[in-house]
T-cell receptor, first 114, second 112 residues
Framework: GAGVSQSPSNKVTEKGKDVELRCDPI?????LYWYRQRLGQGLEFLIY????????KSGLPSDRFSAERTGESVSTLTIQRTQQEDSAVYLC????????????FGEGSRLTVL | SQQGEEDPQALSIQEGENATMNCSYK?????LQWYRQNSGRGLVHLIL?????REKHSGRLRVTLDTSKKSSSLLITASRAADTASYFC????????????FGSGTQLTVLP
């Protein structure tokens, strides 16, 4: 597609349930990032994929969070046993082959945990 | 911890005035970028300035970079109500495999 696509755009779930968020990158973009943004706050780095290299998972806040990406394809962010503090917008961003330059962001997935 | 920190956290100006936002960072960088985020939307790239550049212009935007002070500023001239958004700086740190760490943002409100 023309841009980074994220789904679902909105997700309301009950505490304790698992959720899966999806990111479709721009074709050919090797680098993919997940960020979390709480209401009125800045972006909190979660995880970074670069091609087939081992991902940088240093930003994942707990072992309830995991993410997958195969090659340069779709990425999924999974949150298990959701908690109310997981409520946030989850943003995916990608960039092209050169590891400098701008990030292209999706519109985000807004997660609300009741 | 956040690499980039913007100030002010919030800025309210009248249409037609200039808006200046500042960003400070902690480590050596390859480049610094500014992004804009409208409420409820994703971020949009505005401008990138490399570590060997001191000033860059794009339309009504002017960015400066002072690597000795580890700071950058974003100036929006002749502001419009449509410029109302949050503005974030992001640093691409030297030696960082992750790259691009975002600050906490400045919320700009331009009053008509």
């Amino acid at each position: 597609g023309a841009g980074v696509s994220q789904s679902p755009s909105n997700k309301v779930t009950e505490k304790g349930k698992d959720v899966e968020l999806r990111c479709d990158p721009i074709s050919g973009h090797t680098a993919l990032y997940w960020y979390r943004q709480r209401l009125g706050q800045g972006l909190e780095f979660l995880i970074y994929f670069q091609g087939n290299s081992a991902p940088d998972k240093s930003g994942l806040p707990s072992d309830r969070f995991s993410a997958e990406r195969t090659g340069e394809s779709v990425s999924t962010l999974t949150i298990q046993r959701t908690q109310q503090e997981d409520s946030a917008v989850y943003l995916c961003a990608t960039r092209g082959g050169r590891n400098t330059g701008e990030l292209f962001f999706g519109e985000g997935s807004r997660l609300t945990v009741l | 911890s956040q690499q980039g920190e913007e100030d002010p956290q919030a800025l309210s100006i009248q249409e037609g005035e200039n808006a200046t936002m500042n960003c400070s960072y902690k480590t050596s960088i390859n480049n610094l970028q500014w992004y804009r985020q409208n409420s409820g939307r994703g971020l949009v790239h505005l401008i990138l300035i490399r570590s060997n550049e001191r000033e860059k212009h794009s339309g009504r935007l002017r960015v400066t970079l002072d690597t000795s002070k580890k700071s950058s500023s974003l100036l929006i001239t002749a502001s419009r109500a449509a410029d109302t958004a949050s503005y974030f700086c992001a640093t691409d740190a030297v030696g960082s495999a992750r790259q691009l760490t975002f600050g906490s943002g400045t919320q700009l409100t331009v009053l008509p």
